[in-house]
């Protein structure tokens, strides 16, 4: 409903700015199609509510996106995208904001944006943008056990700093607003993030505070599960980099959240998450084989889950790509004493068994995945 | 012996030739109104990649690009963007899927790209430095 009533208002100040200044705006559309089957040898569901994989396979990570830019004058310009996940069951506004340039230098922004401070989060749903099937997921994900603990985007503003020297352009951004989750309320947020770029090389370093708290409506049950993390400061801290030289790709990223977590029974007992990934590839012409060790830990509870992947990018034409992986999971259960609700019995970024009595939560000590992938931009 | 040396100078003058014809320099025009002086590499760089929106002394920039396969489109992407195709197709997808920027505007090829800038007071091309006439504006020949 809410993002029926955002649309309809992008849709109305973009019918305004078309009447007023009907000559100079200029509309770009684009699309995006992500194809994807996966399937592990094991009845646990992986990644729940992302991807819902187990041994029956999964097409639920398939993404359809639109995306329209709209270019006002040369100070304003106003960009949304929609996408639609078989997992969400309906049509997400995934983000659309505006921007206005004071200067050459200096930007505001306004509207939901997207999660800036990682080195894929930006574009996490357009398959097409990076080697993989999924971002790695212990960085990416938005379960609760993952670094992001679901914050994929934010509503509200930031002010934007760019500039360039010889060698690089740098950009630094602060923002601040909201996001309600199904699951999560992240209030109060506000964030810094640091950019720099050159032909080969990109680096990206984030730090983010919210307040998270329930949001109205959650069904009792997952209540009951996020009841003890209500009212709690988190923060993030992430940092990333990527090169591309000589047909040589590289991806490595860091990201830690850590939760002031007071149980229920008063005790004070930090949650400490901590997503760390590297991805090596080469391109052979077309064809780019890489590979990917993850890594996933809670440094006071003991959820744990490490991984390998290798995986193969064949690109067809300037558009579409084929990818497949082959992963090994490795996943622990987590066993800490004071650990919130919603950790305990959680087995890396497999479905908690705890908090979902239907599902199966427990996989067995290792996992392998499988995935195939049609990416598409159009 | 000079007979030798001045052999070699002609092969030398047409090895050059040649090798003109077939790595020509770039030239950047504009249109002939536009106020602008001159840009740098880094500049048009810059524009091309949608990092940059506007002139240094202000306006919307509107880019043309040289249709695929194009030879000067190949110069432009290995001395200006100095991109391969495949990294340029995921540096759009990036910009364009995050709401940053659009790829430039497919024209033609050089002659079209002539005609375009005439008629776009904000226009920016790339074009072989040998078809430069004087009716529009050079901005940067690019060796």
Redesign the interface.
Known sequence: MKTQQRLRMLGAALALGMAHNAQ?IDF?W?G?LNMVGAATNDSALYLHDEGNIDNDGSFEESTL?L?T?V?I??KL?I???IASAPSDRSIDFD?G?G?Y?LD?NWAVKAGRI?FPGYLVS??V??G??YPWIRPPEVVYSINMSAPTMGLDAYDGGALHY?G?N?SF?YSAEIYGGGRQTRVMDFNKMYGLVLRANN?NVTLVANANWSKLDNPAGLDPAMAAMMADTANQDMFTASAGLNA?WNNVVLYAEYARTVLDFINAANQSDDVDITGWYTTLGY?FG?LMPHLTYQSLKDGNGGLQQTSWTAGLRY?LG??TTVKMEWQRIEPEIASGANLPVMLQNQSGLFSNSGAFPGLNGTPSDKVDMVSLAVNF?F | MNKTTGMFRWVAVLFLLLAGTAHGELAIIAHPDNPEPALTL?QVK?IYLA????FPQ???VQRADQE?GSPVRQEFMNKVL??R???L??YW??M???????RPEVVGKDGDIKQWVLHHPKGLGYIDAGQVDDQVKVLLIIP
């Open positions: 100079a770009k684009s995006f996106g995306n830019i270019t004058n040369d310009r960009a949304a995208q983000w904001y921007t340039n050459d997207k930006e574009y749903r357009v097409y943008a760019q360039f010889d352009d032909d591309d391109r077309d690109d300037s558009s931009t | 880094k810059r990092r940059a929106k506007t202000g306006g919307l695929p100095k991109l195709e495949r990294q197709n995921a997808s990036k364009t899927f995050t709401g940053r920027g659009t």
